[in-house]
Each structure stands twice: as structure tokens, then as C-alpha cells.
């Protein structure tokens, strides 16, 4: 019998090429000794809660009342819910068309998108229109229908940063399109050099590739670093003379570890350049409620917002929108709330900046203690993590080690990461799930584990990498940097 | 300047060729009309709470319970919840890795996954496995998904009903798939005839087309026909002889209104057929909380299940569903309590039953008194919908109002259906956007206004419709049937 239309061999080759090494073999591996009782520290995702980080009460509160709103008649309430949980409820549902229940506009509820410009306008400097801004199931879902809407086949190519969160490869190779790597250089502290984004864009030329895109992620996913100013600026002028739309995923603009370099949008920079390139630069930048001091991943709430886009397009992108619906409700009410939060004198305040801080306090010491205690293993070299959720080591991996690799039929980081796994229970990516350059290794992991368990991982780790590399070491050199 | 990437001549062809009717023109213009204070009933789509329609309490106190898991804690938490919503949260609250706000597996919460399935098993007395029950944000997520796997190209065929719900004709192109329509009989109530079928796939591999899958929907959307197990038999073994895979849009199975068809799922069918046929052909079948007497839509809840599909097909579609990281988890609680519903002698049972009962025999009567109206009416005749959430009568246009539509640039049921807003409020979608035979016109309306209101709906319908007739009346005869 032919192959049917679901067996493999019949499959959209599209869907065949798409790799998401976050959830792979190291996760798929994790999964199954978690299942045989192993004790598993999943860092391969930036998934705070699932590592133990609380909830902020405050919008907690009001988006229990909102599934709940039988419950603002209750006389009762106000012993389990303060006076301005109840108000938010009531604001929010006022904005339905039936509570949570019903579907919204397919770009997302008409208040919530006002409250996200108002944020963007406080935080920029500068106008923004609700209507140019689209709510989502989460980032990922927007950065794979805005791809979607670019690529039209393989000869259209996206610039993407190497190493890069594989969001990125995966959607590209879903919807067909090529990728164009850039490389971020480690020994810049993972920086960019716009030279090196013009020769990717000449290579890809060349190859019969118009480029039509690029793709930055600031902060860094996985390499954590934030990018300045100038640096900003020289992009969107590469962007304006290569007639590239800027793809801005700013999902960690709330995760900054450092007072050097603050996070400054993409948005505000384009607008501060001024004409013509504040007009003519084509952007769409994504948040998200999953990261910040939220973490509230579980309930896919996402954003973006489109500058200089035409209406057509606009019109476009609202009609594949459509078509499932529309984003889901609660999560519309998390982003409302993240982007007009609590201020000094409401009821909740105090304890919602207490908890607030706690979290991204507590992060940045974790940053430091998680990047200094690869900096102290054998063969492990780590840039700190200036912002984002991730710190991404350097593994100089022996050539015993990559030949054992090799007989083992895995990509030698890779080998690393499932040694360490075994031996540990950390569940890692290896470095390859994010590209690098060739003969170098890494891995990423979260600094998400809670902080009092850091120093136990980190000793963890300490052994096992020391360990290895005395198994593996032949004293004849390492891995080149 | 060359056109920018998001400039509309650059953008993907196939996402130009979408088309979705039930958010298109008469939304958008249903829309204007709303801001401009007009009183507008919008029965475009099957959103029954943003039509009144109240949330069923029980699940509604879990999940608010789950969005704030520190009442649990909280003395006073009996005063405002009921001790088996308690306890229902603290269940659910157990099955993920950090409450609400985690990332679940990527394929929804494995103990929701087994609640799926056991309600399978219970509905359909054939055991069904939850490593085959994906969860989704909605189904039409999950057809998304699935056609995306499927289609290769353009000579790819899906076999889709017509009249269809857009959700597959605007995914196929999407995909950049080719539709290959098979026609639903409205003179025999809406049924499907097996060689038509066939004249279909024959005609469409003449053109060189591979049709690989076929879609039923079932209740019928928007034609609200129950198939019988007869006709499903019918359609299996034509999937069987064709080699197509079949998918079975199910999520109308709760919204019965008639007791001579009851909903029989395509999976029963099939395991009742026995060998080969139950073990050769692929099916996948998608079920959701926003319709039955949940109406959860802005949830954004789903499931799909595979059956006869290889682990290796499985195994690819887990990975592309891992790229978006998890469907949202509250609404993965929504279809727990779904598909595991509260058992007589729970606290909450009788009030679950009375709200659910009430909802759904309600629908049944509105059902009646909207075809009965529809059929009361000059130059309409309508089938009685036997489930779902639509009506979809034909409405006969006198060849003055063809040429009147012609005239003003609008499909002739388009310009039926603009009048209709403009003079009433009623936003229906024109037939023409769920497709329908050459020279027949059709309105799809829900059947979801308040049954108080329903009277004076469907009287301000007739007052239109029957002035609409006089007006182009020219006693020449009308479209042909």
C-alpha cells in the first residue's frame, strides 16, 4: 500500500526540517528519567514558576475575580480579595464582550491594546497607535505569523543571530524560508559588528538570497548581553540602506542585571534618528508576560507592535489573525496589568513592589553567582549575563572528549550535556540548539533554580565538569576557542 | 525605493489568498457600525457569552481558584467556594509543574491528557491513549496544525465540504495547499453522497492533485446536519479506498437538537468497522470547551486525537507544537473539567446540571424558533438545524437584486447581507464565504441571541426581508433553486 497521509515519508518537508533543540533530545532524555524517578533541575527552558517562582498576588487576583465575576456580588468578597483587586476585575470585564469567556477582536481586546500603547508611549517617549498593536498567545506565537506573513520560499532569507533562541531557525524552516546567520562574538562580550552583517547580507545576495529581515534579540537569548545604544542606531541604519524589516524581540526588556547598559527599545531608538529612516525602517517588536518579574509563561499572553507598516499590511495580518479567533482572553488581562501596573497609595502596591524587586533582585544575584561559578570550573569560560534568563558557558571540550563523541554518534556537546544530565539530574541545551562557531562548544541553562539551591547546583556541576575533563584529558590541548 | 518587506506587494502570496468571511467585511463593517452607537446583534460567529450566554459556575470557581492558588490557604476560602472546587483545584493544581503560570509539556498537561481519554473511552467503548491526545489553543489551532503537516505544496488536495467553515478553505491556503470541494445536498437536508465524493477526487487527480485528507464536520458548520453512522460507515471506507486520511471536526458533539441522530464520533465508527479499515485508516478528530453548554471561546481550549498515526508523525508534530512551547493551561483545566465532569452527589452537581440543561434545551428551542422564522419568511427556506449553533437558510434573490448587487460591486448575498445589517443590526455571514452552489445564496446566522430576544429578532428580520422582496420584485421570477 502507498505511504498514507500521515505516515512519515508523506509528511510536509517543511515540518521534517524544523529543529527546536529546547525541547529535544536532552529534554526528551530528562523527561524519561524524571519518569524513573531521577530527580531533574530543568534549566533548558525559562519556565520561572515550574522552578518554584511565586506568582505576583496582585494580578492573581484580579484574573481569578474575572473567571470568577459572579463573585464581585458577593458580600463576602472583600474578605478574600483588597478593594483595588475587585476595581481591576471590574475595569477589565468592562472591556469584554461577555467576560472571558467570549472571543475578543482577533487582535486583542481594544482597552488592553490602549493600556500597551500608553506603556510604550511612557516608556519611549513617543507616540503609539493601539491599533498597530496586536495581543497574542504568547511572543512566539506573533514572531511565527509576522515570519509567515514575510517568507515566501526558500530564496527569501532572514538574518538571525548565531547563536540565536531556535524560535528563529524553527519558524524559518517551517514556513519554508532560509536563514542567514550573523555571528555574535563571544570575546566582544557577545556584541555585533555591523561590518559582519554585511557580509552575511553579501554571502546570502550571492547565493540568490533576498535578504528581507532581520531578527535581534535584546537582551540576549542565549548569550544574555544587552546592546547599547550606538549599537542599536548602527543596526537601524544597516536595516534602513539593506531595506531590511527589523524584527525586535524584547521579551526580556524586564531582565537586566547590570546599570551600564539599561534596556533601551528598538522603537525609541528608530524614533529618535528621526527621518528618513524613523519613517522608512519597517519594525515589529515583541514582549511577552512569560518573562520579567511575571514568569507567567503557562497563560500565553504576548504582544507586538508594527511601525511603519501600511495599512494593507496591517489588514492582512489582521485577517490571518483571524482566522483562529482570537488570542486568549485571561492572558490579555496579564498584559494589561503588566503594562499599567500598581501605583504608590493603591491598596496592594507595597506588596506587589515587595514581590516584584524580590524576584528581580534575587536574579541578578543569581546571574552573578551562576556565572561565577562557571568561571571557576576547569575548561569553562562564561560571559556574565548582563539581562534575558540564561547564562551561556563556553565548554572547551578535549579532543578525547570529542572523539568519544564521535563513537558515540553524538554531536560533542551534546555528548556533554547528556553526561551531565545523568550524572546530575541539570537538565541543559547544548549549544549546538543555538548554533555557535564551528569546533566551539556551550551550553545554556537558566538562572532560574531558586536561589538557595544555587550553590548545591553549582558544586554539582563543579564535580561532574571537573570530573570530565579529567577523564577526557590527554594533555595534548583542548578544544580551539 | 524598492518595496520593504512588510510593503504589500512583498508579502507571502498565500497569505494574501486567505480568505476568512466570518470575520471579514460584514464584521468589519458590523463593526463601524458599533462605534458609531448603532445597537448591533452579532451572530457571525458561535460566541455565545459576548450573547449573554452565562458561564457555567463550577469550573469557572476551579480555575479561579487555580489563577489564585493562595486562597487555598486562606480561612475564609469556604465562604465564597464550595468544598468540591476546592478540591477539584488542588487536583488540577497537582498535575502541573508550577501552577498556572508554568509552561505545561508542549502537548498539554499529561493528566489532562488522560482525562481526555478515558472520556473517550467512556463515549466511545474503545480504549484510547493519551501519548495520541494533543491539547491546543482551541481547535482550530490543531486543524492549523494538522493541515500543516499534511499539505507539501499546491498539488496537495483536502477534501472540504461545501458549504464549509472558513477555518479550512483560509488554512489550506494558508498552507498553499488545494481545496477540493465536495458538495453537501441542501434539498437532502444537508447530506453528503459518497459519489460525489468520488466524482470529486477523481476530477481533482485529473488535474494532477494528490488528495491526501478529507474534513468533515460533524455536526455541520454551517449547515448544522448530524451525520448518521450509516453515512460515516460511508465515508471511512471511502477514506479506506481513496487512501485519505480523515479529519472529524467535532466540536458541536454536546449541541444536539434532535434525539432521531444522536452525535456518534467518526473514532467509534471506525473501531466498530473492524480490520483493516480500523487499522489502516488515519484519523485525527478535534473537539473544544468554546461550543457545547461551556461556550468557554475566549478560553481558547482544545484537544486533538490521533488514531492509526505512526509514533514516528507523532513524534513531528510534538516538536512543531514545542516551538510555542505549551498551549495556555488554564483553559487545558477548562477541558479537565470538560471531559471529567462533577458525579451525582457532589456538592456543585445540581447546580451544574441545572445551568448545563438550561443552556442546551434552551439552544434546542431557538434552534426551532429560528428555522420555523427563517421559513415564515418571502423567498427563504431554511433546514432545521439539527445541531451545532447555526442556521443557514437559502435565500432566494430575485433577479432585480442580482443585478442591484452587480451594480454596486457586491456579491449579490454580500449586498443581502450589508442591507440586512443596515436596516436591523444583524450582522450574519453571507453563504458565499462558506462557499455554495452557482447561483444559490445563503445567510449563516447563529442561533445564539437570548431566547427572549429571539421573537423580535426574527420579526425584525421578516419586516426586512419582506420589504427587501418588494423592493426588487420585479414578478419575473427569482434565482433559481
Chains 1, 2 share one sequence.
Not at 261 to 286: A, D, N, T
Not at 321 to 327: E, G, I, N, Q, T
Not at 387 to 416: C, H, N, T, W
Request: aromatic share 10%; net charge neutral; proline share 7%.
Amino acid at each position: 500500500m502507498a505511504p498514507r497521509a500521515l505516515d512519515y515519508e508523506s509528511l510536509n518537508e517543511n515540518v521534517k526540517k524544523v529543529q527546536y533543540a529546547v525541547r529535544g533530545e536532552l529534554y526528551l532524555r530528562a523527561s524519561e528519567l524524571q519518569k524513573e524517578g531521577k530527580k531533574i533541575i530543568f534549566t533548558n527552558v525559562g519556565n520561572p514558576h515550574a522552578l518554584g517562582q511565586k506568582p505576583l498576588t496582585f494580578p492573581r487576583q484580579v484574573v481569578a475575580l474575572c473567571q470568577a465575576p459572579f463573585l464581585l456580588d458577593d458580600p463576602n468578597v472583600g474578605l478574600l480579595y483588597p478593594a483595588d483587586a475587585i476595581a481591576k476585575a471590574k475595569h477589565y470585564l468592562a472591556m469584554t464582550t461577555g467576560g472571558l469567556g467570549a472571543y475578543s477582536d482577533s487582535r486583542g481586546m481594544p482597552g488592553v491594546r490602549k493600556e500597551v500603547a500608553d506603556f510604550i508611549e511612557r516608556r519611549d517617549g513617543y507616540p503609539s497607535d493601539p491599533e498597530l498593536i496586536f495581543l497574542t498567545d504568547g511572543a512566539s506565537k506573533g514572531v511565527m505569523q509576522i515570519l509567515n506573513t514575510i517568507i515566501r520560499g526558500e530564496s527569501d532569507g532572514v538574518l538571525v543571530p548565531v547563536p540565536q533562541y531556535p524560535l528563529y531557525s524553527a519558524a524559518i524552516s517551517l514556513f519554508g524560508g532560509s536563514l542567514v546567520p550573523y555571528y555574535l562574538e563571544e570575546t566582544e562580550n557577545w556584541g555585533l559588528d555591523v561590518n559582519d552583517l554585511r557580509q552575511s547580507v553579501a554571502q546570502a545576495r550571492y547565493k540568490g538570497i533576498t535578504v528581507k529581515a532581520m531578527v535581534i534579540i535584546n537582551p540576549g537569548n542565549p548569550t544574555g548581553q544587552c546592546l547599547s545604544e550606538a549599537n542599536l542606531k548602527e543596526i537601524l541604519r544597516f536595516c534602513y540602506q539593506e531595506n531590511l524589516a527589523l524584527l525586535g524581540d524584547e521579551v526580556y526588556q524586564q531582565n537586566i542585571y547590570q546599570d551600564e547598559r539599561p534596556f533601551i527599545s528598538s522603537r525609541k531608538v528608530l524614533m529618535g534618528m528621526g527621518p528618513p529612516i524613523s519613517k522608512e525602517v519597517q519594525l515589529v517588536s515583541f514582549h511577552t508576560v512569560s518573562k520579567g518579574y511575571w514568569g507567567e509563561c503557562g497563560q500565553r499572553g504576548g504582544y507586538f507592535e508594527m511601525t511603519n507598516i501600511p495599512p494593507k499590511t496591517v489588514d492582512e495580518i489582521y485577517k490571518v489573525a483571524s482566522v483562529s479567533l482570537s488570542p486568549n482572553v485571561p492572558a490579555q488581562i496579564f498584559m494589561g496589568l503588566m503594562v499599567n501596573p500598581l501605583k504608590p497609595g493603591d491598596i496592594s502596591y507595597e506588596q506587589f513592589i515587595r514581590e516584584s524587586k524580590g524576584i528581580i533582585e534575587s536574579l541578578r544575584r543569581r546571574a552573578r553567582m551562576m556565572t561565577d561559578g562557571f568561571n571557576s570550573c576547569k575548561n569553562v569560560i562564561c560571559n556574565f549575563t548582563e539581562g534575558a534568563m540564561y547564562s551561556f558557558p563556553q565548554i572547551r571540550l578535549p579532543p578525547k572528549a570529542i572523539e568519544a563523541a564521535k563513537k558515540a554518534g553524538k554531536v560533542p556537546d551534546v555528548f556533554y550535556c547528556l553526561k551531565l544530565l545523568e550524572a546530575t539530574g541539570i537538565s541543559t541545551v547544548p549549544g549546538s540548539g543555538f548554533g555557535q562557531k564551528e569546533g566551539v562548544f556551550h551550553l545554556r541553562t537558566t538562572i532560574l533554580p531558586a536561589e538557595e539551591e544555587m550553590p548545591e547546583i553549582m558544586a554539582s556541576f563543579k564535580k561532574f565538569n571537573n570530573e570530565f575533563m579529567e577523564q577526557y584529558d590527554d594533555r595534548s590541548g583542548y578544544s580551539r576557542l
